[in-house]
T-cell receptor
Framework: AQSVSQHNHHVILSEAASLELGCNYS??????LFWYVQYPGQHLQLLLK??????LVKGIKGFEAEFIKSKFSFNLRKPSVQWSDTAEYFC???????????FGQGTTLQVKP | DAGVIQSPRHEVTEMGQEVTLRCKPI?????LFWYRQTMMRGLELLIY????????DSGMPEDRFSAKMPNASFSTLKIQPSEPRDSAVYFC???????????FGPGTRLTVT
């Protein structure tokens, strides 16, 4: 069965620190890759997505992610986090013809001011 | 575009009562998803529809849960009878089937006492 694994469940950083959240998936075919963010008390919002082309994808609020096909990975990065980045981050993969996304279990990011 | 609309935003009910959650997807989207989110279990896909047809309901916890999509602009998730363990935030999301990018509604916070 297809699965998505996020390595870090809870990350605590100070403001201005660099961020990298890991995401690996288990599917060998063509994939569509996503990172969603959920701010406290809110719904999931799209942060960035990869369908094809340049494997380095830029999203909103200074986030970026790199698709490495050989490693089945799609890690999320930000060079300098802010307190307002405190949220839960979900990696998701779409594949096959189902139309549905497989979500990772989420990573909670806490940024200390 | 108004985005995905869910109602009610909050629902408090007593155990044994019937609960109906409503969702209006983004116009033109042909896939609709119902999720449940709790601290203990994270984000769970309950059921999804393509072109108003239920495709996969394997995530529905038990027969107390049912979902319908009578037309392209409306879906309901019903719990009858409700139990305290059903307390959660229920999200509806919609997408174009072929590109997987899901847009989430604001959610319904359900509390069953």
């Amino acid at each position: 069965a297809q699965s998505v694994s996020q390595h870090n469940h809870h990350v605590i950083l100070s403001e201005a620190a660099s961020l990298e959240l890991g995401c690996n998936y288990s599917y060998g075919g063509t994939v569509n890759l996503f990172w969603y963010v959920q701010y406290p008390g809110q719904h999931l919002q799209l942060l960035l997505k990869y369908f094809s082309g340049d494997p380095l994808v830029k999203g909103i609020k200074g986030f970026e992610a790199e698709f490495i096909k050989s490693k089945f990975s799609f890690n999320l990065r930000k060079p300098s986090v802010q307190w307002s980045d405190t949220a839960e981050y979900f990696c998701a993969v779409g594949s096959g013809n189902t139309g549905k996304l497989i979500f990772g279990q989420g990573t909670t990011l806490q940024v200390k001011p | 575009d108004a985005g995905v609309i869910q109602s009610p935003r909050h629902e408090v009910t007593e155990m044994g009562q019937e609960v109906t959650l409503r969702c209006k997807p983004i116009s033109g989207h042909n896939s609709l998803f119902w999720y449940r989110q709790t601290m203990m279990r994270g984000l769970e896909l309950l059921i999804y529809f393509n072109n108003n047809v239920p495709i996969d309901d394997s995530g529905m916890p038990e027969d107390r849960f049912s979902a319908k999509m009578p037309n392209a602009s409306f879906s309901t998730l019903k719990i009858q009878p409700s139990e305290p363990r059903d307390s959660a935030v229920y999200f509806c999301a919609s997408s174009f089937q072929d590109n997987y990018e899901q847009y989430f509604g604001p959610g319904t916070r359900l509390t069953v006492t």
